[in-house]
């Protein structure tokens, strides 16, 4: 390809898969009507009047043997369930994507953890391409006082963002959001694939080279992934989703990818007049306002990461008044449901074959954890024989297709959270049980089948 010389190609806007002509549907995610035509230069080395920043090194080969291990270099946010979610803190040189549901409260929380470090005295830098000077200082006054530590910047184009960063020596740099910010050099419109794939890997060239932190807003797709391509969360250390009912107290910020860290850990927020609270005890708080003597309900305890979090399981059995019977799933997989109930009419010859069936894991929380099989299995079988299961009962353990109950990970820490709680009895598989009786002051019942637990019962 000649020098200067552009080319248009397709892009998938949700997946950025990319294709020489244009496609109907896309082979990547299999969404129709996806594809934008966009142009593209060939790229241009670094530093060779292309106006990139360029921070080579010398590159040489070493030895495993002769590399130091001494761990990153971390410092705290002062807010505990974000540097759980972290790994234990903010990475210097780390580039941060936080995605979310517009409304959710990533703007909010940001701009709490910019004032934490700027209380902190660390130098941290405010890009917004959204919002004015004047709106961020409207939702800075809800959260409090702030240090002059804190800068703010209101801009769009790259280049000048480049140039601010570098002036600025900060130690952290928040992009509010990625979808904004547009660089001359590319020719599409901002948030187009091409732009927002230039702009990361830009931004990552900054956090690497200058050693800086960056965190950078995301928007989501209906699906609630990361709108723009896949390639924008292979290129970031880690990546964050916040959840939750934007008309609901709460929200869970959910790490689906971390360098530094464990994936799949959680942070609980509860959403106040003056910005986002931390829930210290997120299994009391799920189980606030749980009824009393009903029948199909019962207490699971799901590990979310390295924390064991206390859930209600509710399920509602009543006969269909239709020839097809209705199923319907929230907060778990929906097939799932379907598999547990064939178990319970093949295994233990319930007639729920005819019935419809809704299972909700309350608190709005979602739950893929197979540890969750045998708690929704007796729910289904309490609310179908209308018979409460005790309140003081815990249920964890994944079931198989031959009804058996397997064991589940960290199944000492669910048995001391749930004796923390106050719980007397937990019931769990067989094989789990001789691993947590060393833990005295609760009662453990151990469970080989479906059957043996539900006659517990």
Not at 76 to 104: A, F, Y
Not at 118 to 124: L, N, P
Not at 220 to 247: I, N, Q, S
Not at 301 to 320: K, W
């Amino acid at each position: 390809m000649a020098k200067g010389k552009q080319t248009t190609v397709f892009f998938c806007q949700e997946c950025g898969y990319e294709s020489g002509k244009w496609l109907g549907q896309c082979p990547g995610c299999k969404q129709w009507n996806t594809f934008v035509e966009e142009s593209v230069r060939p790229a241009s080395v670094p530093g060779m009047g292309s106006g990139r920043a360029s921070f080579s090194r010398a590159v040489k080969p070493v030895m495993l043997r002769e590399i130091e291990s001494g761990g990153e270099e971390r410092f705290q946010t002062h807010m505990e369930e974000l540097d759980r979610v972290l790994g234990g803190g903010i990475v210097k040189g780390s580039l941060v994507l936080v995605g979310g549901d517009p409304g959710i409260g990533k703007s909010t929380l940001l701009l709490q953890v910019c004032r934490y470090l700027a209380a902190d005295e660390r130098k941290v830098l405010y890009i917004s391409g959204e919002e004015s000077l004047q709106q961020i200082k409207l939702r800075a006054e809800r959260l409090g006082e702030f240090s002059d530590c804190l800068s703010l910047l209101c801009e769009t184009n790259l280049d000048t963002v480049e140039e601010a960063v570098k002036k600025a020596d900060s130690s952290v740099v928040v992009i509010d959001s990625i979808q904004t910010m547009y660089c001359e050099q590319v020719s599409s419109a901002p948030g187009s694939v091409s732009q927002v794939r230039e702009t990361c890997g830009r931004l990552l060239q900054l956090a690497k080279g200058l050693d800086i932190s960056i965190f950078l807003v995301g928007h989501v797709t209906k699906e609630g992934t990361v709108a723009g391509p896949r390639v924008l969360e292979h290129m970031v250390d880690t990546v964050l989703y916040f959840e939750g009912d934007r008309y609901a107290s709460y929200r869970i910020l959910r790490s689906v990818k971390n360098r530094f860290g464990s994936t799949n850990e959680i942070g609980v927020f509860e959403m106040r007049q003056d910005g986002l609270a931390e829930v210290k005890n997120p299994s009391e708080f799920m189980l606030s306002g749980r009824p009393e003597g009903a029948n199909g309900s019962v207490v699971v305890c799901s590990s979310q990461g390295t924390r064991p979090i206390m859930l209600e399981v509710q399920a509602l059995v009543c006969r269909t008044n239709f020839g097809f019977p209705k199923r319907q799933a929230t907060g778990t997989d929906f097939n799932r449901i379907n598999l547990l109930m064939a178990v319970l009419e093949k295994r233990l010859q319930m007639q729920i074959g005819d019935c419809d069936a809704y299972v909700n894991v309350a608190g709005g929380i979602k739950v893929q954890e197979p540890a969750i099989d045998l708690g929704i299995v007796m729910a289904i079988a309490s609310s179908f024989k209308n018979r409460a299961i005790p309140e003081d009962v815990v249920v964890f353990g994944e079931v198989g297709l031959s009804g058996e109950v397997r064991a589940v990970s960290m199944a000492q820490s669910r048995v001391q959270e749930a004796k923390k709680l106050g719980f007397a009895t937990v019931i769990l598989p067989e094989s789990n049980r001789q691993a947590c009786l060393e833990i005295s002051g609760i009662k453990l019942v151990g469970v080989r089948n479906v059957q043996e637990a539900i006659e517990f019962i």
